[in-house]
């Protein structure tokens, strides 16, 4: 309702790009509307408008949505500008990555600063390809959805939220990994590229959360050999999937997180692993707190449920493991 009222007392000739902009307008755009400098000023020192630093206008005076804080980081970067990273990603509808910042790709070159103010906060990353790999015919302007993501994760202060936002952007079905390869693969100087990499193929062969990517991670550092992530099982009750499967030595390790302390869904677990059990498998549970913060025990008991069905470990893993062993008081079966 706001927007409604508030656009029916502009002036006319305003009207039709304040709705396009969500009553989000820049000083050259009222200027070249022959609003001039004493009639902006007029609206914004009587309250009616409000300036969002030097070059924004917001055309009413209450709070700002989501988009037109948007709005006002495209307006304030200028031409060839378009959101980017996790505002960007937040428009192709990545959940769970809301940032207060505006981010925005401009031009290399660009000698326009951030801005700082009460009601949004814009930070600028200049790039020789600002205005490319955008969503098409979406206003404002964006990248798409895997450029968005990719950027966001490899600008990642944490190598755990680099890893997180390549997740989540698959696991919402936003993406699928190919996706994300194929923009990777075209940037050879991208930063964390490696780490990118490993997470899209971990991602890609099954692994559905934070805990999961670091347990593979955690099986590779120690030289165990590779599961397979979420393998479907059919059964006559059902269709399950099962976490990390060593098919060859008949072991599954079940990554879990509080959620099995539900008490139906640890019912349903149960119910699985018994008729998992009685087909000879042997089943072990790792906590996701284990994995976070224990993450050599986590593999210590992995590799003992492995050599306890046949697996040898080769003497540079076997000396590795002892390690583990000793660092973590954790006195090894099987070994």
Not at 45 to 60: A, E, F, K, S, T
Not at 172 to 186: F, G, H, I, T, Y
Request: hydrophobic content about 40%; proline content about 6%.
């Amino acid at each position: 309702m706001q927007e409604v009222d508030s656009s029916r007392r502009l002036p006319l000739e305003l009207r039709p790009l304040a709705t396009a902009q969500d009553l989000v307008v820049s000083r050259r755009q009222l200027t070249d509307l022959g609003l001039g400098h004493e009639a902006v000023k007029f609206r914004t020192g009587g309250g009616v408008w409000r300036d969002l630093g030097p070059r924004v206008v917001v055309l009413h005076s209450g709070e700002l949505t989501r988009r037109q804080r948007a709005w006002a980081g495209l307006l304030h970067a200028g031409p060839e500008a378009a959101l980017a990273l996790a505002t960007a990603a937040e428009a192709g509808g990545l959940r769970g990555y809301l940032e207060w910042t505006v981010h925005v790709a401009v031009p290399h070159g660009r000698e326009v600063g951030h801005l700082d103010h009460p009601m949004v906060s814009i930070r600028l990353h200049q790039t020789r390809h600002a205005s490319s790999e955008l969503a098409p015919a979406r206003t404002p302007a964006r990248h798409n959805l895997p450029r968005a993501v990719v950027e966001m994760a490899s600008a990642a202060h944490a190598d755990n939220r680099t890893r997180a936002v390549i997740a989540a952007a698959i696991q919402q079905r936003l993406l699928r990994p190919a996706d994300l390869s194929r923009l990777v693969e075209a940037r050879p100087t991208l930063p964390k590229r490696l780490l990118i990499r490993e997470t899209i193929a971990d991602v890609a062969g099954g692994a559905q959360s934070l805990p999961e990517l670091d347990y593979a991670r955690a099986l590779r550092r120690a030289g165990l050999p590779e599961p397979t992530r979420q393998r479907k099982v059919c059964r006559p009750n059902g269709v399950w999937y099962l976490d990390n499967d060593f098919d060859d030595w008949l072991v599954t390790i079940e990554v879990n997180g509080m959620q099995h302390h539900d008490l139906l869904a640890s019912e349903a677990d149960d119910v699985r692993r018994g008729g998992l059990q009685r087909r000879g498998r042997l089943v072990v549970d790792v906590s996701s707190y284990s994995v976070r913060h224990r993450e050599r025990v986590a593999v210590l008991r992995t590799a003992e449920a492995l050599m306890s069905r046949g697996w040898v470990p080769s003497p540079s893993v076997r000396t590795r493991l002892m390690r583990y062993s000793r660092e973590e008081n954790w006195p090894l079966e099987a070994a």
